[in-house]
């Protein structure tokens, strides 16, 4: 069984980069054919994709986050991070770690093209 885990700060202050880590257990994350991803829920909003790594360790970037938005892995660990920089409130969020299968619909927003997730992590940005 597949389980997944985020970890990291619960307040982070504007301005600073938010790091969080999600570490894989019953698998690995170098299987082919596996993404894993960063997917956050703001409140009273809906789920925003955020990025993905592959099995392979290539790298995929919302448009909108692109320019703030990291993903990197540990394959030793079974763990791959997220670092979002110059966070603003806005970035407040639940943030899931989730393993998706093949690349078709990379992005999605809907948690059936997703097969395993974290509990979720809740992320507050604020001074």
């Known amino acids: 069984q597949v389980q997944l885990q985020e970890s990291g700060p619960g307040l982070v202050k504007p301005s600073q980069t938010l790091s969080l880590t999600c570490t894989v257990s019953g698998g690995s994350i170098t299987t082919n054919p596996y993404y894993w991803n960063w997917i956050r829920q703001p409140p009273g909003k809906g789920l925003e994709?955020?990025?993905?790594?592959?099995?392979?360790?290539?790298t995929y970037y919302s448009p909108s986050l692109k320019s703030r938005t990291s993903i990197s892995r540990d394959t030793s660990k079974k763990q791959f991070t997220l670092q979002l920089s110059s966070v603003t409130p806005e970035d407040t969020a639940v943030y899931y770690c989730a393993r998706k299968i093949g690349s078709g619909g990379l992005g999605s927003t809907s948690?059936?093209?997703?097969?395993?997730?974290?509990?979720?992590?809740?992320?507050?940005?604020?001074?």
């Open 49 to 58: 994709w955020m990025g993905a790594i592959s099995y392979s360790g290539s």
């Open 111 to 127: 948690r059936l093209d997703y097969d395993y997730w974290g509990q979720g992590t809740q992320v507050t940005v604020s001074s």
